[in-house]
C-alpha cells in the first residue's frame, strides 16, 4: 500500500497537467495560479485551505474529492460535477469564477459565498445553502428545488427565478428588484 502523496505550503504556477502521481493524494495550504486542469481527475484528492487562482478546472471530475476551506478566485470550473464531492469536509468560496452548468445538487453548502459569478444553469436541487450569499451573481435558469435557503442573501443576485412553493425561505434576503425572479410562477407583472 503506497501513501499518498502530500503537498504542503507550495506554489504552483502556469501548469498543464496535475503534480500529483497518485490518488489520494493531499494539498495544504497550496496555491495553484494560472494551471489549466481541464477535463483533470482530481478523483480523491484532498485540498485544504488552497488557492485556486486564474485556473480552468472545466470539466474536471471529483469524485470522493475534499474541499476543506478553499477558495476559488477568477477560474473557470463550467460543468463541475460537485455533487460527487466528499460532503462531509466540504468548505468552498467562490470569487469571480464562471460556474456555468456546475452541479451542487444536494451538498451541504451552509455559509457558502458566491461572489461576483456566473452561476448561469447551475444545479443547487436539494442543496443546504442555509446562510449562503450570492453576492452579485448572475444565477439565470440556475436550478433551486427543494433547496434550503434559509438566511441566504440574495439582495444583490440577479436574474434568479425561485419557486418560494418549493424551496425554504425563511428570513432569505432579497431586493425589491429580486421580486420578479420570486412572483414568476404566479404570472404577476412587477413594475
Known sequence: MMLPDYFDGQTFTSLRAFPAAEKDAVFCNCVFKECVFQTADLSSFTFEDCVFATCNLSLARVVGTA??????????????????CCRTVLSMRFVKCDLRCASFDGLPLRKTVFEDCSLREVQFARADLTGSSFTRCDLARAAFLHTNLEKTDFSTAYNFTLDPDANRLRKAKFSVYGLPGLLEKYGLEVE
Open 67 to 84: 474541499f476543506k476551506n478553499v477558495r476559488f478566485e477568477e477560474c473557470k470550473i463550467q460543468g463541475v460535477n460537485f455533487f460527487e
